[in-house]
């Protein structure tokens, strides 16, 4: 979504954008914005992802880089990786250099805008620096570097962050602190503002206007911490007999079938916790604002880090009291007590006493709302975040 209204959002009197899709992934932001008026490059045919007609071999013999590990230690491992990093760039990724200089060269192109880092990101780094404009990276998550990667750092002019622990886990890999930049991503506040009546989403899942909806939002992926929130809403559940959950999600499509398994375990655990009329499994859905606006509380549960946390702050635009793990980018955003609750990651107990405090005290718990969405509007907007990464594109330019 950031590249779309980025794309969208930009003054269009100062910035003509050019965007490249160079996998085979298809997305809905990728066909809209191929229809759109926005320049679009495709690379790579575009397809739908199909699940189920091949299924992967799983076998019991370990990486090649495990059993280096484990046989001679970590640094054999990593020379190991870099070697094998450094034949991929030059066997792979060497002949794509040529394409994007070709592409930036024949579009007049002024800066480059990678949506990834150092691991995959170094055709484009290459191409820029060869064609004497600055690069910018964009990281969105937590990859580690190997020692080959490491080398294109001094390539990259600036190095954009989505949060301080995103920064951070990179900085401390080597790149540069001058060159870093943390840009939070934003929501388009005006979809979490509408008078959205919760009253048909409740009648969708069989709720009662008397009855306690808490909701995690969430694609099903192992580290999206599902399985502690079941076990929390189980605690609850003693406290409060009148509460419902639901998890709105998918199945995540590039792990699609480690994700099935994944739901089929949660499947189980409700079942077996005596859960299955209270809890229910909801598909991925278009209208998330509107679900979240017939929520009592909002939870998010994911047991490692969060790069960011995107549905912490939908949860927030509609003023809801959002319960979240303490970890990641969401520190950025929840400040503890003040517009929203922390709790530890994997601790199913601490999450099910934050739950209990928001439904005992729903004064307090508006007040946390409304503290929440105001949080939003000074911190993470989608126009923040424009106007943000347009100042630093008239900073890299010489454009102030």
Not at 147 to 157: E, T
């Amino acid at each position: 979504m950031v590249l779309d209204q980025l794309a969208r959002g930009l003054n269009k009197d100062l910035y003509e954008t050019v965007v490249l899709f160079d996998t085979a992934q298809s997305s809905t932001i990728r066909k809209e914005l191929v229809s759109s008026d926005i320049k679009t490059i495709e690379l790579v045919k575009c397809r739908d992802l199909e699940h189920g007609k091949k299924k992967s071999k799983v076998t019991g013999k370990k990486s090649i880089a495990t059993w280096l590990k484990s046989h001679f230690g970590q640094g054999i491992c990593d020379i190991y990786i870099a070697l094998k990093s450094t034949s991929f760039f030059f066997s792979r990724e060497i002949p794509r250099i040529k394409l994007f200089l070709s592409i930036v060269r024949k579009n007049k192109i002024d800066i480059v805008h990678t949506h990834s880092d150092l691991c995959r990101g170094k055709p484009e780094i290459v191409a820029a620096k060869i064609a004497g404009i600055p690069c910018i990276t964009h990281h969105h998550g937590y990859a580690n570097y190997n020692l080959f990667d490491k080398l294109f750092a001094g390539l990259v002019h600036t190095n954009i962050y989505i949060s301080k622990s995103v920064g951070e886990h990179y900085i401390v890999q080597g790149e540069s602190r001058a060159k870093a930049k943390i840009i939070h991503n934003g929501v388009s506040l005006s979809d979490y503002t509408r008078a959205y009546d919760p009253l048909p989403v409740r009648k969708e899942f069989n709720c009662s206007p008397d009855q306690l909806l808490i909701g995690l939002v969430a694609r099903l992926d192992w580290w999206k911490g599902h399985e502690f929130f079941i076990e929390a809403l189980a605690e609850v559940e003693t406290k409060f007999l009148n509460i419902k959950g639901l998890i709105i999600g998918g199945l995540a499509e590039l792990n699609y079938d480690s994700s099935k398994r994944y739901l089929n375990r949660l499947h189980g655990m409700v079942k077996t916790l005596g859960l299955t009329e209270k809890i229910i499994f909801v598909d991925h859905r278009s209208d998330v604002p509107c679900l979240l606006v017939a929520l009592d509380v909002v939870v998010h549960a994911s047991s490692t880090p969060e790069p960011f946390g995107l549905t912490v702050i939908e949860g927030m635009a509609v003023a809801k009291p959002v319960v979240a793990t303490a970890a990641g980018g969401v520190l950025d955003i929840i400040e503890d007590g003040v517009n929203g609750l922390l709790v530890p990651c994997k601790d199913s107990k601490a999450m099910a006493a934050a739950i209990s405090k928001v439904l005992a005290d729903r004064s307090a718990a508006q007040r946390m709302g409304l503290a929440a969405r105001q949080r939003v509007i000074e911190k993470f907007t989608i126009q923040r975040q424009i106007a943000d990464m347009q100042r630093l594109y008239d900073s890299v330019l010489g454009n102030n």
